[in-house]
């Protein structure tokens, strides 16, 4: 059973470069049609997908981030990564990874998000 | 502000039925497939619709989903103390710039 394990620094000073990593286990990064995803909550608010990354390395970002975001994947490692750049007390969240399955149904995509990892709260804070 | 609308809250007594609605557009929920979340207390979301209207193995058939044109419905029927949390609906907008899309959230009180 694949499981997800975020990780990195808790605090972050305003302007700098938030970096957090996916680690996941129970299963290859590589092996299946997966995309490997990351999503953030404020405290007290909705959901915000933030971006996602295929096995092939290629990505697709949140078009309101996507100017100060990176996704990256290190097969050997079996971990993904995230890099949020210029960041202001409004990306102060929980930020979670998460798995997305692609299924295809009369070149229809049908597509949701399992297993998702427990979370980690990202202060940005001098 | 969410792209989905979905209300913040809804409440009912255990036992009792209830919906929580989903509401997007052609681009959205018009022309891909919802999913939906239950995030308990304190812990990370947890898929729990999927393909509009499937449950994953593990999830109770006390919980459905269905879609009509550009809005969705979560229906949880024989209401628990345990099913009080956080649901999401969520989908892919296929516009211009592609990406996932997910409601506010609604709280389930269950009284």
């Known amino acids: 059973q694949v499981q997800l394990q975020e990780s990195g620094p808790g605090l972050v000073k305003p302007s700098q470069t938030l970096s957090l990593t996916c680690t996941v286990s129970g299963g290859s990064i590589s092996s299946g049609s997966y995309y490997w995803s990351w999503i953030r909550q404020p405290a007290g608010k909705g959901l915000e997908w933030i971006g996602r990354?295929?096995?092939?390395?290629?990505?697709n970002y949140n078009p309101s981030l996507k100017s100060r975001v990176t996704i990256s994947v290190d097969t050997s490692k079996n971990q993904f990564s995230l890099k949020l750049s210029s960041v202001t007390a409004a990306d102060t969240a929980v930020y979670y990874c998460a798995r997305e399955i692609p299924e295809y149904r009369w070149l229809q995509l049908i597509n949701w998000f399992d297993p998702w990892g427990q979370g980690t709260l990202v202060t940005v804070s001098s | 502000q969410s792209v989905l609308t979905q209300p913040p809250s809804v409440s009912a007594a255990p036992g009792q039925k209830v919906t929580i609605s989903c509401s997007g557009s052609s681009s959205n929920i018009g022309n891909n497939y919802v999913s939906w979340y239950q995030q308990l207390p304190g812990t990370a979301p947890k898929l729990l619709i999927y393909d509009n209207n499937k449950r994953p193995s593990g999830i109770p058939d006390r919980f459905s989903g269905s879609k009509s044109g550009t809005s969705a419905t979560l229906g949880i029927t024989g209401l628990q103390t345990g099913d009080e949390a956080d649901y999401y609906c969520?989908?892919?907008?296929?516009?211009?710039?592609?990406?996932?899309?997910f409601g506010g959230g609604t709280k389930l009180t269950v009284l």
């Open positions: 990354i295929y096995t092939s390395g290629s990505t």
């Open positions: 969520g989908t892919w907008d296929s516009s211009l710039s592609a990406f996932w899309v």
